[in-house]
């Protein structure tokens, strides 16, 4: 059974900044892309960050380019998506997402998820 668990939400001021982890379990790690969503309150999901299987190739939505990173460690099963600078507009659910793929295109912004995790609430104080 896949299980993909975020962990290090929380609330933090603007200008802060969070590390977010998603851990999985159940699967082979190394065969899976890793995206990261989020959805506010009244709006729909959205894509955030991804990463391709060997952690060789990201991508990133243009309103968070240059404040988060993503990253992975593979031994660890693990995905970090570091975010910087935050905004009150990041406020918002933020789920991983593991797509069983190995291409390293940004297809994997587009491709539809085979296995999702529950999300973690991270909330940017003004």
């Known amino acids: 059974q896949v299980h993909l668990v975020e962990s290090g939400g929380g609330l933090v001021q603007a200008g802060g900044s969070l590390r977010l982890s998603c851990a999985a379990s159940?699967?082979?790690?190394?065969?899976?892309?890793i995206d990261w969503f989020r959805q506010a309150p009244g709006k729909e999901r959205e894509f955030v960050a991804a990463i391709t299987w060997s952690g060789g190739t990201t991508y990133f939505a243009d309103s968070v380019k240059g404040r988060f990173t993503i990253s992975r460690d593979n031994a660890k099963n693990t995905v970090y998506l570091q975010m910087n600078s935050l905004k009150p507009e990041d406020t918002a659910v933020y789920y991983c997402?593991?797509?069983?793929?190995?291409?390293?295109?940004?297809?994997?912004?587009?491709?539809?998820?085979?296995?999702w995790g529950q999300g973690t609430q991270v909330t940017v104080s003004s």
């Open positions: 159940g699967l082979i790690f190394g065969n899976y892309a």
């Open positions: 997402a593991a797509l069983a793929t190995t291409t390293q295109s940004q297809s994997i912004r587009y491709l539809k998820p085979n296995y």
